[in-house]
């Protein structure tokens, strides 16, 4: 080793820090190639009595630097936290997993019981994660409560690797009494995608001890993001979700809104540049209505959000005592649609909260959506708002457990009369009803939006002056509308955004057919919406997206007018 190497490795040592059990190297740029060019670190590691943390970041280690360094580990069996983040900088990537190994083999040769270990920002993709496997199931990550492999290009197969091990960890150490409990679980930027996210799911489910997830950048689209969502709900000390710049789209967006209901600690959501959108936002402002009692942060930036959704979102927050900021930005709210939320979020005096709306896209062109996730087409032509086209069912169930189910066994046995009116309804047909009229309650099931929202259209569509057709229609929508909205929060607003997508009011996901509306479907709402089934909080929504979007009904403008009217005073009844 040349004598400037060993100045500047010397000079380095004496800036070391070396105290409270920790011995640090961070950032001093070391270039730690062979045995000799580690010995004064390596005798600082021996002399070291007690040590607890070892922080190697921002240095370059080769194999044989990293065997030097493994064999002073051998007998520090107090160590506890290795940050060991960008510390293979210029290496070959077939010389990372052997450095790996030799360090983990002498962690465990130590008995050293780890609780934080950071490999981040080393770019050593699946051969790396295998560099760790064996450490990560041996008893020395038995009680690691801080997983850090940011940006380290694991990929699909690192993914499942790392799955594997944490469930074989959880296994053994469960098997002992202690079960693994990892509270923070980081892995951004690493192309886990579905497969990879989709094994990690499995793990995060098993170990039920999640505080923070932090998995931004990964190319995860729905199908991903819907096994992480289930695998969330069952970490109920979760305080920290950050999915940004991943796919969620509408179904991905539910799955999560359903796993949000069920967490009462999370106090930070990060689904920025998520493709959340308007049906999607509405969801998450109803899981903020009826839970997160803690929440201080959110963030739905960028996800093609427009107006009318933003502000459901923004009224949602309004009863949140934590809330410290909401991130908006870069959505399709226009000029004015900015204005507009500025103003409500002051108006409830939280224009504080609000972030900067410099990088909003403008107002979205009248066309259809494209593809849920810019790949294919997953649903066969059918109605993406049905929501049930997905071929493990995952979305349905996503949404049916907030649905009314005692009713599904009597589908079938509804009599043949209700079948045909639904089939093709008439006047004649809905009075011949009758009294089984009330077997039309039966019949929709808010776990199914897009066909709850198509029976009460086609009911309401034969409203007329008639004194006995109009009692009839008005009565039968209060019996079914009653059962639609008196679920969960999240139910009632998956049913209402899915109605107002297909009565062309809201922006939706996919090529949803519009109903060709009559007078008489927005007569029934002005009825319904001054009921006391109606929540107020229901006719709020309406009332924000049909005044942003009322031109929609302009061919309709009286009956329009008339449940613009109704609404406007249902939400100012305090009552």
Request: proline share 2%; hydrophobic share 40%; aromatic share 4%.
């Given at each position: ?304 959000i427009t107006e009318a959704a933003a502000l459901v979102v923004a009224q949602a927050v309004m009863d949140k005592p934590h809330m410290e900021k909401v991130d908006l930005n870069g959505n399709c709210l226009g000029e004015e649609g900015c204005d507009a939320l500025r103003e409500a979020m002051e108006s409830m ?44 069912g995952e979305y349905c169930e996503t949404v049916k457990e907030n649905g009314i189910k005692e009713d599904s066994p009597n589908k079938s046995q509804s009599p043949a009369e209700v079948t045909s009116f639904l089939s093709c309804p008439s006047v004649e047909k809905l009075l011949q009803l009758g009294e089984m ?92 919406v001054q009921q006391e089934y109606f929540a107020q909080h229901h006719a709020s929504l309406l009332h924000i997206v049909l005044s942003k979007n009322g031109e929609a009904l302009k061919s309709l403008s009286s009956a329009r007018d008339r449940l613009s009217s109704a609404l406007e005073k249902r939400c100012n009844?305090?009552?």
């Amino acid at each position: 080793m040349a004598s400037d190497d060993i100045a500047q490795l010397a000079d380095a040592l004496s800036k070391t820090h070396v105290g409270d059990g920790e011995l640090s190297y961070k950032g001093l740029g070391l270039k730690l190639d062979n045995a000799e060019s580690v010995e004064g670190l390596v005798r600082e590691i021996e002399q070291y009595q007690g040590l607890r943390a070892l922080r190697l970041e921002g240095n370059t280690v080769g194999v044989e630097a990293a065997q030097a360094i493994a064999k002073a580990l051998e007998n520090k069996d107090l160590l506890q936290r290795c940050h060991w983040s960008d510390m293979f900088t210029g290496r070959l990537r077939s010389e990372i997993p052997t450095a790996l190994r030799c360090l983990g083999s002498a962690l465990m040769s130590a008995g050293a019981r780890l609780t934080e270990l950071d490999l981040s920002d080393n770019a050593f993709g699946p051969d790396g994660v295998k560099g760790i496997e064996q450490l990560l199931k041996s008893p020395s990550c038995h009680t690691l409560r801080e997983l850090r492999l940011n940006n380290c290009g694991m990929g699909i197969g690192g993914g499942k690797i790392l799955a594997e091990a944490l469930i074989e960890c959880h296994k053994q150490s469960s098997a002992l009494g202690a079960p693994l409990r990892l509270r923070v679980f980081v892995a951004g930027r690493n192309r886990l995608e579905n497969e990879g996210a989709s094994a990690l799911a499995k793990a995060f489910q098993l170990m039920g001890s999640l505080e923070e997830v932090h998995m931004p950048q990964n190319g995860i689209n729905h199908t991903g993001v819907m096994a992480l969502a289930s695998a969330m709900r069952q970490n109920p000390e979760l305080q920290v979700l950050n999915f940004n710049d991943n796919t969620f789209t509408k179904r991905g967006t539910l799955a999560m809104a359903q796993a949000l209901r069920h967490l009462r600690n999370v106090r930070a959501i990060n689904f920025g540049d998520c493709l959340v959108r308007s049906e999607g936002a509405i969801a998450l402002a109803a899981v903020l209505r009826e839970g997160l009692p803690v929440l201080k942060e959110l963030n739905l930036s960028f996800g093609e959000i427009t107006e009318a959704a933003a502000l459901v979102v923004a009224q949602a927050v309004m009863d949140k005592p934590h809330m410290e900021k909401v991130d908006l930005n870069g959505n399709c709210l226009g000029e004015e649609g900015c204005d507009a939320l500025r103003e409500a979020m002051e108006s409830m005096d939280k224009g504080d909260m609000l972030a900067s709306l410099s990088d909003d896209e403008g107002e979205p062109e009248d066309d259809d959506e494209d593809n849920d996730d810019g790949s294919e087409n997953e649903d066969d032509g059918d109605d993406v708002s049905d929501g049930c086209n997905d071929e493990n069912g995952e979305y349905c169930e996503t949404v049916k457990e907030n649905g009314i189910k005692e009713d599904s066994p009597n589908k079938s046995q509804s009599p043949a009369e209700v079948t045909s009116f639904l089939s093709c309804p008439s006047v004649e047909k809905l009075l011949q009803l009758g009294e089984m009229r009330t077997n039309l309650q039966q019949q929709v099931d808010a776990s199914d939006p897009h066909k709850a929202a198509e029976v009460l259209l086609k009911i309401s569509s034969l409203y007329s002056e008639d004194q006995e057709v109009q009692t009839a229609v008005l009565e039968t929508i209060d019996l079914v509308l009653k059962k639609l909205v008196s679920g969960s929060v999240l139910q009632s607003y998956c049913f209402l955004s899915t109605l107002l997508v297909m009565m062309g009011l809201l922006k939706g996901e996919g090529k949803v057919k519009k109903v060709s509306l009559v007078p008489g479907q927005l007569l029934c709402l002005e009825h319904a919406v001054q009921q006391e089934y109606f929540a107020q909080h229901h006719a709020s929504l309406l009332h924000i997206v049909l005044s942003k979007n009322g031109e929609a009904l302009k061919s309709l403008s009286s009956a329009r007018d008339r449940l613009s009217s109704a609404l406007e005073k249902r939400c100012n009844d305090q009552h």
